[in-house]
């Protein structure tokens, strides 16, 4: 049985494997699990002295504890500048912000980025069953207090650590902050687990959180011996002598393993199984029972389906107590010799050795030491070991302590760790971790974050990708934006091994989307960390925008769909070969036409070499380019771009009908191939012109010949089209010219528009009958009069009778959009053509102009560039629809740059130990 059909036949058991999907931490001299990681595998101590905000470690430190109200340690790992935080991120005030627990801002902050570490965008979780669990175990920032102020109240409670991060993203699971002392965490990761089991959550954050802030628990701990003198966990050693304390937060997501490979999610680790006991009336209330811990790990091997001699690797509790050292390694031998041949070695390690006993934190920081091995596959070396603890037999045991680097064998797989966490109090855990195997796949191709609980995934492959790509980086100010730019173009330079389409895939779906904006159009990871650099600095570089949002809603956007005489063969071609969206819908557009076209669509726009085509054929040009538009609407609407408003010049407001849900495609399709080849039956006898002049001088000029000539489309305050006879057109032109009014005469098979069409006016008109009409379901300008269609107005088979005779009033159209406050305005056809009519419509610099394609530009630039224009004006792009069909993985990036401030109390609401003697 191999892993993946393993796993499967676990799906629904109740001992489901949990996938371990994201991290963050805040470690001492560690920021982030990478940071961690480098400290570890450089044997690096993160321990120091007593840093003078904390305390006068003078006033407190006494090596031979003389007295009750001393401590014989000068060390801790500490973290820096846990007085600062960024409120304004976080929707707080600086004033609460300085009444609340540190521990409650960093584990907000290790929250956020955990999540953007595992790829999902922080505010996609408002409303899911996502659950918190939270294991705290010091509360120094309440003894500190001298006379609370009212503000602090939920500042100081410990349930509201868990609790505010649930409020914060709107998380509707369980929510909890769980204390048993220093296997905190780790117990509420088994609760995590549980949770999700029991399917009671969907999504977990489990971790936890500990500061050191003020001296009292330090002398306690030091007066009860058990505080290391030289600030050192010498686990396992024979000087052993005690811990010393540190500080940090770490967070894990978790999910449902069966969940995970649905939705693709880069999965760090696999959590097999875990296990929580009592060690019930031992020697002592504080002291360890081994057979307890024996029990324990059993347990969590039988949870997990995993045997003893699987185990290769144990991050153990370790806090450097000679009885507590030697338990513990008895305990894990008891276990996890069973079955195992003697060449057959198992590591043994604790990161306390590194950073300290983290005390309600200690847990996670030893589960994320484990998943980082795994990923590895290296055991980091183990500080402070010089000559074993005499209690401790090695030679009897399985066990390895690595003083060095020490690889994991390449032929052990899957590789299994497990780590061990004891409470003072006797409440332990055991969870056991699977190394993600290599053959998950873990490609995303076609999903939506928007239901998170209730997601369908279904994966297809598309062969071709695209050759440029979208990055999109947002922050809440524009300082943070310029460091967020700056740490990509760091991380790009340092991972050259991470594809630039699954970066920017990871970018844009996996963080959340803030005012400050940038988009960057990039066709490989040197251009883009370039582009970057050339932002941080000040330089502008072709590809890149900027832009805030500002206060007020999105823009509103209208759809232009172009008219005819904007077709050519071979338009979007690059698109139809490399955009899956854009290309099922032309086919399905080919499929429909067939019964009414003798040659395929396909054929008519991309002909073979050397063959001609009939695309500039009424009969087949109008056909083209409503399938051609309905592809283009159909791709800027999977992207998350729907206009709030629609309209279309002559045929292109078919395509714009559809779209607003008059009639179906089916049906638009079969009207519009009528339509087409019932005009490209009539006799090729009349002609049409541009005039340049406004409509009134136009009626004028054609007044002697009006059963002749017709107003065809007035295409601006002096643009105006005329069509009719060659003979009657080419008379006013002469007219015209000689008042110096300057003409056009326009290239086309037939006088549109006109009384020449009169004809076949009532058999379209019985064509049209057969079809079932709706009220449009969005705003529709109507080129027949300029104006919005009204909300249960149906326009029916004399409405589009009528289209075909009467002007196309695109002018009055572009008034009625700009008066009802659009601004935005998204060409939808093979060039940028209404783009330069639309801006003679209205007064210079207004609105903006953004082309889907433009006939001499790369066709994916033309749409990479607008679809960034969008973004940095407000819009947000639907980044799963945008990569839907490419195979894609998530993969770690940088997390957001917080702007931290100081916020703490005033020296009148705090108590203070930095002076000497007190």
Partial sequence: MNQITEYSALADAKTEPIAIIGMGCRFPDAKDPEAFWQLLCEGRVAISEVPTDRWDVDAFYDKNLDSDDKMNTRWGGFLEDVDKFDPSFFGISSGEASAMDPQQRLLLEVSWEALENAGLAPDKLAGSQTGVFVGLFSCDYYKLLLNPPQRAGTGIFNSIVANRLSYFLDLRGPSMTLDTACSSSLVAVHMACQSLRTKESNLALAGGVNLILSPEW????????????????????????????????????????????????????????????????????????????????????????????????????????????????????????????????????????????????????????????????????????????????????????????????PQIKPRFAGVNSFGI???????????????????????????????????????????????????????????????????????????????????????????????????????????????????????????????????????????????????????????????????????????????????????????????????????????????????????????????????????????????????????????????????????????????????????PYQNAISIAAVNGPTQTVISGTRQAVEAVLERLEDDCITTHPLNVSHAFHSHLMEPILNTFEETASQVKFFAPTLPLISNVTGQMVQPEEILDASYWCNHIRQPVRFYQGMQTLADAGYELFLEIGSTDTMIGMGKRCLPKGTGTWLASLKKDEDEWRSLLNS??????????????????????????????????????????????????GV
């Fill in 218 to 409: 330090t002398i306690a701990f030091s007066q009860a011996g058990m505080m290391a003198s030289d600030g050192r966990c010498k686990t396992f050693d024979a000087s052993a002598d005690g811990y010393v304390r540190g500080e940090g937060c770490g967070m894990v997501v978790l999910k449902r393993l069966s969940n995970a490979l649905n939705d693709g999610d880069r999965i760090l680790a696999v959590l097999r199984g875990s296990a929580v006991n009592q060690d019930g009336r031992s020697v002592g209330l504080t002291a360890p029972n081994g057979l307890a811990q024996q029990a324990l790990i059993r347990q969590a091997l039988e949870n997990a389906g995993v045997s003893p001699r699987s185990i290769d690797y144990v991050e153990a509790h370790g806090t450097g107590t000679p009885l507590g050292d030697a338990t513990e390694v008895q305990s894990l031998a008891a276990v996890l010799r069973q079955g195992r041949s003697p060449e057959q070695q198992c590591a043994l390690s604790t990161a306390k050795t590194n950073i300290g006993h983290l005390e309600g934190a200690a847990g996670i920081a030893g589960l994320i030491k484990a998943v980082l091995s795994l990923q590895h596959g290296e055991i980091p070396p183990h500080p402070h070991l010089k000559e074993i603890n005499p209690d401790i037999a090695l030679e009897k045991t399985p066990f390895v302590i690595p003083t060095k680097q020490r690889p994991w064998s």
């Fill in 867 to 916: 679809l960034a224009t969008l973004y940095v004006s407000g819009w947000d792009i639907n980044g799963a629809g945008f990569d839907r069909h490419y195979p894609r993985r998530r993969v770690g990036l940088p997390t957001y740059p917080f702007q931290r401030k100081r916020c703490w109390l005033e020296p009148s609401e705090i108590k203070s130990y930095s002076k000497k």
């Fill in 425 to 703: 109090g006797g409440t332990n855990a055991f969870v056991v971790l699977e190394a993600a195997p290599d053959n998950l796949g873990l490609t995303i191709l076609d999903f939506g974050l928007q239901d998170l609980d209730n997601a369908k995934f279904q994966p297809t492959k598309f062969s071709v990708d695209r050759p440029l790509h979208l990055l999109t980086l947002s922050a809440r100010t524009d300082k943070a934006l310029k460091q967020l730019a700056d740490r990509y173009e760091s991380h790009l330079a340092a991972n050259p091994d991470q594809l630039l389409p699954d970066i920017c895939f990871t970018a844009n779906t996996g963080r959340s989307h803030f005012d400050h904006r940038l988009a960057i159009v990039a066709e490989e990871a040197d251009t883009l960390r370039q582009q970057l650099g050339n932002f941080t600095s000040g330089k502008e570089t072709d590809g890149t925008q900027e832009g805030k949002v500002g206060d007020r809603n999105r823009p509103k956007i209208a759809f232009l769909f172009t008219g005819q005489g904007s077709q050519y063969i071979g338009m979007a071609r690059q698109l139809y070969d490399t955009q899956p969206t854009f290309r099922e819908a032309l086919n399905q557009c080919d499929e429909l036409l067939r019964p009414y076209q003798s040659q395929s669509l396909l054929s008519v726009l991309y002909p073979e070499s050397g063959q001609s085509s009939v695309l500039d054929n009424t009969a087949y040009a109008q056909p083209a380019l409503f399938a051609l538009e309905y592809a283009l609407a159909q791709l800027w609407q999977s992207w998350g771009i729907e206009p709030d408003a629609v309209m279309g010049h002559s045929v292109g407001e078919y395509v714009a009908a559809c779209i607003a849900g008059v009639f179906s495609l089916e049906d638009g399709l079969g009207l519009i191939a009528e339509r087409g080849r019932l005009m490209s039956s009539l006799p090729s006898e009349g002609t049409m012109a541009a005039v340049f002049a406004e409509e009134a001088l136009v009626l004028e000029a054609i007044a």
